[in-house]
C-alpha cells in the first residue's frame, strides 16, 4: 500500500490510476490524514452471497414441526381458566381481581377500567 500526499497525486494521477489497477492499494493523503484509497474495481473482493451464507452452522432437526407430547395441548378457555387462578391466588393478594368482562377476548381492560 502506497501513501502519497494529494498534491503529488494530481500530478501523477495516470501513474496512479494504473497502479490501482494493478491492484495496489493507494491512500491519498491531505495534511499527513487520509483523504482517498485508490483500489482496482477489478480485484474487490466479492461478498458471500446471503442466501446460504450459514450452511453447516444452523441445523434444524427434521421432527422441528411435530407436536411436543411433553406438553398439554392447552385450549385457549383452560389457559384463561389457568391464568384467573394464577390472578386469584394468594400469592398475588396485592392484586385485585379483574372480572370476566375485562378479560373477555372481545375486551381487554387495564386494572384501571381503560381501554388498551
Known amino acids: 500500500m502506497e501513501t502519497i500526499d494529494i498534491n503529488q497525486a494530481v500530478l501523477q ?9 494493478e491492484g495496489k492499494e493507494i491512500i491519498i493523503t ?15 473482493t ?8 450459514d450452511r453447516d452452522r444452523i441445523s434444524i432437526s427434521d421432527d422441528f414441526d411435530e407436536e411436543d407430547f411433553d406438553q398439554p395441548n392447552t ?10 387462578k394464577f390472578i386469584n391466588s394468594p400469592l398475588n393478594s396485592n392484586l385485585r381481581p379483574l372480572s370476566d368482562e375485562a378479560i373477555s377476548r372481545e375486551n381487554i381492560y387495564t386494572r384501571e377500567d381503560e381501554m388498551l
Open 46 to 53: 466479492k461478498k458471500p452471497p446471503l442466501f446460504g451464507s
Open 13 to 21: 494521477i495516470n501513474q496512479l490510476l494504473e497502479m490501482a489497477a
Open 30 to 44: 491531505k495534511n499527513h490524514q487520509p483523504m482517498v484509497k485508490l483500489i482496482s474495481a477489478k480485484f474487490q
Open 75 to 84: 385450549s385457549i378457555d383452560e389457559w384463561e381458566n389457568q391464568l384467573l
